[in-house]
Protein backbone atom coordinates (compact mmCIF):
# COMPACT_ATOMS: atom_id res chain seq x y z
CA UNK A 1 0.00 0.00 0.00
CA UNK A 2 2.84 2.32 0.97
CA UNK A 3 6.36 2.62 -0.40
CA UNK A 4 8.62 -0.29 0.45
CA UNK A 5 11.88 1.73 -0.55
CA UNK A 6 14.59 1.66 1.97
CA UNK A 7 15.12 4.86 1.86
CA UNK A 8 12.38 8.14 2.21
CA UNK A 9 11.63 9.86 -1.09
CA UNK A 10 9.81 13.19 -2.08
CA UNK A 11 6.34 12.49 -2.16
CA UNK A 12 6.06 9.91 0.20
CA UNK A 13 3.65 9.70 3.01
CA UNK A 14 5.30 9.28 6.32
CA UNK A 15 4.70 9.36 9.78
CA UNK A 16 6.72 11.81 12.03
CA UNK A 17 6.55 10.15 15.64
CA UNK A 18 7.60 12.94 18.10
CA UNK A 19 5.81 11.48 21.20
CA UNK A 20 3.04 9.16 22.16
CA UNK A 21 0.72 11.56 21.77
CA UNK A 22 2.08 13.53 19.16
CA UNK A 23 2.18 11.56 15.89
CA UNK A 24 1.49 12.68 12.56
CA UNK A 25 1.56 12.00 9.08
CA UNK A 26 3.67 14.09 6.43
CA UNK A 27 3.92 13.82 2.79
CA UNK A 28 7.52 14.89 1.66
CA UNK A 29 7.12 18.06 -0.21
CA UNK A 30 10.72 19.77 -0.87
CA UNK A 31 10.79 22.96 -0.38
CA UNK A 32 8.49 22.55 2.85
CA UNK A 33 9.17 22.73 6.61
CA UNK A 34 8.08 21.15 9.43
CA UNK A 35 7.48 23.55 12.67
CA UNK A 36 6.76 22.03 16.11
CA UNK A 37 7.99 21.98 19.89
CA UNK A 38 10.33 19.87 19.29
CA UNK A 39 12.28 22.26 16.23
CA UNK A 40 12.45 22.75 12.69
CA UNK A 41 13.26 20.63 9.93
CA UNK A 42 13.39 21.12 6.52
CA UNK A 43 11.34 17.99 4.41
CA UNK A 44 14.48 18.56 1.80
CA UNK A 45 16.76 16.98 4.56
CA UNK A 46 14.62 13.91 5.03
CA UNK A 47 14.88 13.00 1.54
CA UNK A 48 17.18 9.93 0.97
CA UNK A 49 17.31 8.88 4.71
CA UNK A 50 16.28 5.34 6.03
CA UNK A 51 13.24 5.11 6.98
CA UNK A 52 13.08 4.51 10.74
CA UNK A 53 15.98 7.02 11.36
CA UNK A 54 15.95 9.78 14.27
CA UNK A 55 16.96 12.98 13.18
CA UNK A 56 17.78 16.38 15.18
CA UNK A 57 16.23 19.63 14.10
CA UNK A 58 17.69 21.95 12.59
CA UNK A 59 17.84 24.68 15.42
CA UNK A 60 18.72 21.79 18.25
CA UNK A 61 15.25 22.21 20.28
CA UNK A 62 14.51 18.38 19.91
CA UNK A 63 14.45 15.13 17.55
CA UNK A 64 12.09 13.29 15.58
CA UNK A 65 11.65 9.56 14.26
CA UNK A 66 10.94 8.97 10.53
CA UNK A 67 8.43 6.03 10.10
CA UNK A 68 7.27 4.29 7.23
CA UNK A 69 3.26 3.99 7.66
CA UNK A 70 1.25 0.94 8.30
CA UNK A 71 -2.26 0.48 8.91
CA UNK A 72 -1.31 0.37 13.31
CA UNK A 73 0.36 3.58 12.65
CA UNK A 74 -2.31 5.52 10.36
CA UNK A 75 -4.67 5.02 12.72
CA UNK A 76 -2.58 6.77 15.69
CA UNK A 77 -1.94 9.68 13.30
CA UNK A 78 -4.68 9.95 11.10
CA UNK A 79 -6.59 13.27 10.61
CA UNK A 80 -10.12 12.52 12.90
CA UNK A 81 -13.31 13.16 10.88
CA UNK A 82 -15.36 10.80 13.30
CA UNK A 83 -14.66 8.59 16.22
CA UNK A 84 -12.56 5.31 14.57
CA UNK A 85 -12.08 1.82 15.97
CA UNK A 86 -8.44 1.28 17.67
CA UNK A 87 -6.39 -1.75 17.04
CA UNK A 88 -7.60 -3.85 20.04
CA UNK A 89 -10.93 -3.72 18.56
CA UNK A 90 -10.00 -3.61 14.50
CA UNK A 91 -7.88 -7.07 15.81
CA UNK A 92 -10.42 -8.71 17.20
CA UNK A 93 -12.71 -7.81 14.12
CA UNK A 94 -10.95 -9.20 11.90
CA UNK A 95 -10.18 -12.19 13.40
CA UNK A 96 -13.56 -12.86 14.51
CA UNK A 97 -15.16 -12.15 11.00
CA UNK A 98 -12.41 -14.12 9.45
CA UNK A 99 -10.59 -11.48 7.16
CA UNK A 100 -8.36 -13.04 5.35
CA UNK A 101 -5.91 -12.58 2.17
CA UNK A 102 -8.48 -12.68 -0.39
CA UNK A 103 -11.62 -12.02 1.52
CA UNK A 104 -14.69 -10.01 -0.01
CA UNK A 105 -16.01 -7.71 2.71
CA UNK A 106 -18.44 -4.81 3.51
CA UNK A 107 -17.90 -2.13 6.21
CA UNK A 108 -20.52 0.56 6.70
CA UNK A 109 -19.54 3.83 7.51
CA UNK A 110 -16.59 4.67 6.37
CA UNK A 111 -15.72 7.18 8.75
CA UNK A 112 -11.99 8.23 9.09
CA UNK A 113 -10.76 5.31 6.90
CA UNK A 114 -9.18 3.55 10.22
CA UNK A 115 -10.66 0.21 9.85
CA UNK A 116 -10.77 0.46 6.28
CA UNK A 117 -7.02 0.52 6.01
CA UNK A 118 -5.87 -2.66 8.01
CA UNK A 119 -8.77 -4.50 6.15
CA UNK A 120 -7.22 -3.25 2.77
CA UNK A 121 -3.63 -4.60 4.11
CA UNK A 122 -5.45 -8.20 5.93
CA UNK A 123 -7.10 -8.92 2.35
CA UNK A 124 -4.49 -7.97 -0.02
CA UNK A 125 -4.83 -7.24 -3.76
CA UNK A 126 -6.63 -10.71 -4.09
CA UNK A 127 -9.39 -9.63 -1.97
CA UNK A 128 -11.71 -6.37 -1.89
CA UNK A 129 -13.34 -4.04 0.19
CA UNK A 130 -16.95 -2.27 -0.75
CA UNK A 131 -17.08 0.49 1.60
CA UNK A 132 -20.16 2.90 2.06
CA UNK A 133 -20.33 6.23 3.50
CA UNK A 134 -23.51 8.61 3.80
CA UNK A 135 -21.60 11.75 4.20
CA UNK A 136 -20.45 13.35 1.28
CA UNK A 137 -17.47 15.48 2.65
CA UNK A 138 -15.94 12.10 4.35
CA UNK A 139 -16.49 9.78 1.54
CA UNK A 140 -14.30 12.25 -1.04
CA UNK A 141 -12.36 13.00 1.52
CA UNK A 142 -11.70 9.21 2.47
CA UNK A 143 -11.32 8.35 -1.68
CA UNK A 144 -8.89 10.62 -1.64
CA UNK A 145 -6.72 9.00 1.20
CA UNK A 146 -7.57 5.51 -0.01
CA UNK A 147 -5.66 6.54 -3.93
CA UNK A 148 -3.01 8.25 -2.23
CA UNK A 149 -2.66 5.28 -0.04
CA UNK A 150 -2.66 2.84 -3.04
CA UNK A 151 -5.71 1.21 -1.96
CA UNK A 152 -7.69 2.42 -5.19
CA UNK A 153 -8.05 -0.92 -6.38
CA UNK A 154 -8.68 -2.79 -3.61
CA UNK A 155 -11.65 -0.60 -1.68
CA UNK A 156 -14.93 0.42 -3.32
CA UNK A 157 -16.33 3.20 -1.54
CA UNK A 158 -19.76 4.53 -2.27
CA UNK A 159 -21.49 7.67 -1.21
CA UNK A 160 -25.16 5.69 0.14
CA UNK A 161 -27.22 5.38 3.11
CA UNK A 162 -27.13 2.22 3.37
CA UNK A 163 -29.89 1.85 5.85
CA UNK A 164 -32.21 3.21 3.24
CA UNK A 165 -30.82 1.90 0.21
CA UNK A 166 -29.16 -0.73 1.07
CA UNK A 167 -25.61 -2.53 -0.76
CA UNK A 168 -24.37 -2.09 -4.54
CA UNK A 169 -23.19 -6.18 -4.05
CA UNK A 170 -25.48 -9.04 -3.84
CA UNK A 171 -24.44 -12.69 -3.43
CA UNK A 172 -20.61 -11.94 -2.69
CA UNK A 173 -19.23 -11.19 0.31
CA UNK A 174 -17.59 -13.16 3.13
CA UNK A 175 -17.97 -10.94 6.02
CA UNK A 176 -19.77 -7.91 6.89
CA UNK A 177 -18.81 -5.24 9.56
CA UNK A 178 -21.30 -2.40 10.76
CA UNK A 179 -20.07 0.81 12.39
CA UNK A 180 -23.65 2.86 12.49
CA UNK A 181 -26.07 4.45 14.77
CA UNK A 182 -28.57 2.37 13.88
CA UNK A 183 -27.08 -1.16 12.60
CA UNK A 184 -30.44 -3.20 12.76
CA UNK A 185 -31.59 -0.70 9.86
CA UNK A 186 -29.03 -2.64 7.82
CA UNK A 187 -29.25 -6.26 8.40
CA UNK A 188 -31.50 -7.36 6.02
CA UNK A 189 -29.50 -5.32 3.03
CA UNK A 190 -26.64 -6.94 4.42
CA UNK A 191 -28.21 -10.49 4.73
CA UNK A 192 -28.62 -9.64 0.69
CA UNK A 193 -25.00 -8.51 0.07
CA UNK A 194 -23.32 -11.88 2.10
CA UNK A 195 -22.57 -15.14 -0.38
CA UNK A 196 -24.72 -17.84 0.05
CA UNK A 197 -22.68 -20.98 -0.91
CA UNK A 198 -20.68 -20.54 2.03
CA UNK A 199 -20.95 -19.38 5.84
CA UNK A 200 -20.35 -15.94 6.18
CA UNK A 201 -20.08 -13.41 9.14
CA UNK A 202 -21.26 -10.44 10.30
CA UNK A 203 -20.00 -8.39 13.21
CA UNK A 204 -22.01 -4.76 14.65
CA UNK A 205 -20.23 -2.27 16.77
CA UNK A 206 -22.49 -0.45 19.33
CA UNK A 207 -21.54 1.74 22.05
CA UNK A 208 -24.40 0.30 24.32
CA UNK A 209 -26.39 -2.35 25.61
CA UNK A 210 -30.11 -1.04 24.15
CA UNK A 211 -28.17 -0.81 20.66
CA UNK A 212 -27.03 -4.26 20.95
CA UNK A 213 -30.70 -5.62 21.50
CA UNK A 214 -32.05 -4.08 19.12
CA UNK A 215 -29.40 -5.32 17.25
CA UNK A 216 -29.21 -8.63 18.02
CA UNK A 217 -32.69 -8.67 17.85
CA UNK A 218 -33.10 -8.14 14.03
CA UNK A 219 -29.92 -10.72 13.94
CA UNK A 220 -32.55 -13.21 15.10
CA UNK A 221 -35.27 -12.08 12.52
CA UNK A 222 -32.82 -12.30 9.39
CA UNK A 223 -32.01 -15.79 10.15
CA UNK A 224 -28.34 -15.62 11.40
CA UNK A 225 -27.32 -17.62 14.29
CA UNK A 226 -24.47 -18.30 16.41
CA UNK A 227 -24.95 -14.57 17.80
CA UNK A 228 -22.22 -13.49 20.47
CA UNK A 229 -21.44 -10.34 22.00
CA UNK A 230 -17.95 -9.40 23.37
CA UNK A 231 -17.18 -6.11 25.87
CA UNK A 232 -13.71 -5.26 24.52
CA UNK A 233 -12.26 -3.71 28.15
CA UNK A 234 -9.04 -1.76 28.39
CA UNK A 235 -6.50 -3.13 30.80
CA UNK A 236 -2.98 -1.26 30.57
CA UNK A 237 0.25 -3.48 30.74
CA UNK A 238 3.12 -1.62 32.69
CA UNK A 239 6.40 -2.82 31.38
CA UNK A 240 9.72 -2.86 33.43
CA UNK A 241 13.39 -3.01 32.36
CA UNK A 242 15.29 -5.59 34.40
CA UNK A 243 19.20 -5.91 34.07
CA UNK A 244 20.45 -9.43 34.14
CA UNK A 245 21.82 -10.75 36.65
CA UNK A 246 24.05 -14.52 37.91
CA UNK A 247 21.86 -17.89 38.85
CA UNK A 248 23.45 -16.76 42.79
CA UNK A 249 22.12 -13.79 42.92
CA UNK A 250 18.79 -14.46 41.37
CA UNK A 251 18.51 -17.21 44.41
CA UNK A 252 19.78 -14.98 46.95
CA UNK A 253 17.17 -12.60 45.77
CA UNK A 254 14.05 -14.86 46.52
CA UNK A 255 15.45 -16.26 49.06
CA UNK A 256 15.35 -12.74 50.89
CA UNK A 257 11.87 -12.27 49.57
CA UNK A 258 10.68 -15.49 51.01
CA UNK A 259 12.20 -14.16 54.72
CA UNK A 260 10.75 -10.43 54.28
CA UNK A 261 7.13 -12.77 53.36
CA UNK A 262 7.92 -15.13 56.39
CA UNK A 263 8.58 -12.13 58.81
CA UNK A 264 5.48 -10.02 57.52
CA UNK A 265 3.07 -13.29 58.15
CA UNK A 266 4.47 -14.22 61.78
CA UNK A 267 4.02 -10.41 62.56
CA UNK A 268 0.47 -10.47 61.41
CA UNK A 269 -0.65 -12.98 63.27
CA UNK A 270 0.90 -11.86 66.14
CA UNK A 271 -1.01 -8.36 66.09
CA UNK A 272 -3.90 -10.01 65.37
CA UNK A 273 -3.77 -12.92 68.60
CA UNK A 274 -2.95 -9.73 70.40
CA UNK A 275 -6.14 -8.04 69.16
CA UNK A 276 -8.03 -10.93 70.54
CA UNK A 277 -6.32 -11.23 73.54
CA UNK A 278 -7.13 -7.79 74.54
CA UNK A 279 -11.12 -8.50 73.62
CA UNK A 280 -11.90 -6.82 70.89
CA UNK A 281 -14.77 -6.47 68.98
CA UNK A 282 -15.63 -9.72 66.46
CA UNK A 283 -15.69 -6.56 63.64
CA UNK A 284 -12.18 -5.33 64.75
CA UNK A 285 -10.74 -8.99 64.44
CA UNK A 286 -12.60 -9.21 61.05
CA UNK A 287 -11.62 -5.92 59.98
CA UNK A 288 -7.34 -6.90 60.99
CA UNK A 289 -8.13 -10.48 58.95
CA UNK A 290 -9.45 -8.39 55.92
CA UNK A 291 -6.37 -5.90 55.53
CA UNK A 292 -4.08 -8.52 56.30
CA UNK A 293 -5.17 -10.46 53.36
CA UNK A 294 -5.28 -7.30 51.37
CA UNK A 295 -1.53 -6.70 52.62
CA UNK A 296 -1.05 -9.87 51.30
CA UNK A 297 -2.46 -9.11 47.91
CA UNK A 298 -0.25 -5.72 47.67
CA UNK A 299 2.60 -7.38 48.25
CA UNK A 300 1.96 -10.54 45.66
CA UNK A 301 1.79 -6.93 43.14
CA UNK A 302 5.08 -5.78 44.78
CA UNK A 303 6.49 -8.89 44.12
CA UNK A 304 5.67 -8.51 40.20
CA UNK A 305 7.07 -5.16 39.87
CA UNK A 306 10.03 -4.61 41.73
CA UNK A 307 11.69 -8.74 42.77
CA UNK A 308 11.24 -10.65 40.52
CA UNK A 309 14.69 -12.06 39.79
CA UNK A 310 16.04 -10.25 37.14
CA UNK A 311 17.46 -12.39 33.49
CA UNK A 312 20.26 -15.26 34.48
CA UNK A 313 23.35 -15.14 32.54
CA UNK A 314 26.18 -17.59 32.38
CA UNK A 315 28.48 -17.43 35.69
CA UNK A 316 31.10 -17.92 33.68
CA UNK A 317 30.79 -14.44 31.34
CA UNK A 318 33.81 -12.43 31.48
CA UNK A 319 34.38 -8.53 32.64
CA UNK A 320 35.25 -7.80 28.90
CA UNK A 321 32.45 -8.61 27.65
CA UNK A 322 29.65 -6.29 25.95
CA UNK A 323 27.13 -5.58 28.74
CA UNK A 324 24.09 -8.27 28.41
CA UNK A 325 21.21 -6.94 26.81
CA UNK A 326 18.58 -5.74 29.28
CA UNK A 327 15.21 -7.85 29.35
CA UNK A 328 11.69 -5.87 29.28
CA UNK A 329 8.95 -7.43 31.17
CA UNK A 330 5.30 -6.53 31.73
CA UNK A 331 3.05 -6.78 34.74
CA UNK A 332 -0.69 -6.85 33.49
CA UNK A 333 -2.70 -3.89 35.56
CA UNK A 334 -5.42 -5.11 38.05
CA UNK A 335 -7.58 -2.40 37.19
CA UNK A 336 -9.75 -2.44 33.85
CA UNK A 337 -9.89 1.19 32.76
CA UNK A 338 -12.90 1.56 30.78
CA UNK A 339 -14.60 -0.05 27.46
CA UNK A 340 -13.86 0.71 23.72
CA UNK A 341 -17.02 -1.44 22.69
CA UNK A 342 -19.91 -4.03 22.26
CA UNK A 343 -19.23 -6.45 19.46
CA UNK A 344 -22.31 -8.65 18.25
CA UNK A 345 -20.99 -11.49 15.96
CA UNK A 346 -23.18 -13.40 13.75
CA UNK A 347 -23.11 -16.32 11.31
CA UNK A 348 -25.10 -17.23 7.91
CA UNK A 349 -25.36 -20.40 7.02
CA UNK A 350 -26.68 -21.48 3.93
CA UNK A 351 -29.83 -23.18 3.73
CA UNK A 352 -28.78 -26.55 1.83
CA UNK A 353 -31.69 -27.13 -0.88
CA UNK A 354 -34.05 -29.74 -0.39
CA UNK A 355 -33.34 -32.91 -3.42
CA UNK A 356 -36.33 -33.26 -5.39
CA UNK A 357 -37.26 -36.64 -4.81
CA UNK A 358 -39.11 -37.65 -7.99
CA UNK A 359 -41.34 -40.53 -8.31
CA UNK A 360 -41.37 -43.36 -11.13
CA UNK A 361 -44.23 -45.52 -11.74
N1 LIG B 1 -15.23 2.58 11.38
C1 LIG B 1 -14.86 3.93 11.03
C2 LIG B 1 -13.35 4.13 11.29
O1 LIG B 1 -12.73 3.19 11.85
O2 LIG B 1 -12.83 5.17 10.96
C3 LIG B 1 -15.64 4.94 11.80
C4 LIG B 1 -17.10 4.93 11.44
S1 LIG B 1 -17.96 6.35 12.09
C5 LIG B 1 -18.13 5.96 13.77
C6 LIG B 1 -19.59 6.07 11.49
C7 LIG B 1 -19.77 6.59 10.08
O3 LIG B 1 -20.96 6.04 9.57
C8 LIG B 1 -19.92 8.11 9.99
O4 LIG B 1 -18.96 8.64 9.12
C9 LIG B 1 -21.32 8.30 9.43
O5 LIG B 1 -21.40 9.39 8.54
C10 LIG B 1 -21.57 6.99 8.72
N2 LIG B 1 -22.98 6.60 8.62
C11 LIG B 1 -23.94 6.70 9.56
N3 LIG B 1 -25.10 6.20 9.11
C12 LIG B 1 -24.87 5.76 7.85
C13 LIG B 1 -25.68 5.13 6.86
N4 LIG B 1 -26.97 4.88 7.09
N5 LIG B 1 -25.12 4.81 5.67
C14 LIG B 1 -23.81 5.05 5.43
N6 LIG B 1 -22.99 5.64 6.34
C15 LIG B 1 -23.51 6.00 7.54
Known amino acids: ????????????????????????????????????????????????????????????????????????????????????????????????????????????????????????????????????????????????????????????????????????????????????????????????ALKKTSPTRICCFSPCMEQVLRTVNALNDSGFTDITMFETLLRPHEVHQLSPQSLTQAVEKLKKLEQKREDKRQHQIARSSKRKRDDLPETDIDNVGVKRLRTQESEEEDVCIRDIPDAVVD?????????????????VSPDVRGHTSYLTFARLVPTVPSKSVSIRE
Open 1 to 192: MWSTARDVAAGDLVIIWQTRELIQPLLITPGKDLNSRFGYYRHADLVGIPYGSKVGSRNGKGFIHVLRPTPELWTMALPHRTQILYLADIAFITSWLDIKRGSSVIEAGTGSGSFSHSVARTIGSVGHLWSYEFHEARANKAREEFSLHGMADIVTLTHRNVCKDGFTVEDTVDAVFLDLPAPWDAIEHAKK
Open 315 to 331: PGQSANQPPPIKISVSK
